[in-house]
């Protein structure tokens, strides 16, 4: 089983990001997707959350109107569309899949800083 991010870097504050997941080694499109993010020094929170036919989606408080949680179970990749990027988003970023079992992503940075 694989979970590979992709798309983090640094971006200015107001800047986007796009984040991809790919997965592998396991049916992709019966698992809940999610992504996770943890900043130094705190616990890791979820973000947003998307049902395995992508027709239900859930938000943390924190970025609500500003992320967007997609998939494409062809391709067995999870997307976050990250806008209005604020220097509290800075964290590393998790993919997460779950049906019954958890698997996770090694992650990838989101910096936001001017």
């Known amino acids: 089983v694989q979970l590979v991010e992709s798309g983090g870097g640094t971006v200015q504050p107001g800047g986007s990001l796009r984040l991809s997941c790919a997965g592998s080694?396991?049916?992709?499109?019966?698992?809940?997707m999610s992504w996770y993010r943890q900043a130094p020094g705190k616990e890791r929170e979820l973000v947003a959350t998307?049902?395995?036919?992508?027709?239900?989606?859930n938000y943390g408080d924190s970025v609500k109107g500003r992320f967007t949680i997609s998939r494409e179970n062809a391709k067995n990749t999870v997307y976050l569309q990250m806008n209005s990027l604020k220097p509290e988003d800075t964290a590393v970023y998790y993919c997460?899949?779950?049906?019954?079992?958890?698997?996770w992503g090694q992650g990838t940075q989101v910096t936001v800083s001017s």
């Open positions: 997460n899949a779950f049906r019954r079992v958890n698997y």
């Open positions: 080694g396991f049916a992709f499109s019966s698992y809940i």
């Open positions: 998307i049902t395995s036919a992508g027709d239900l989606r």
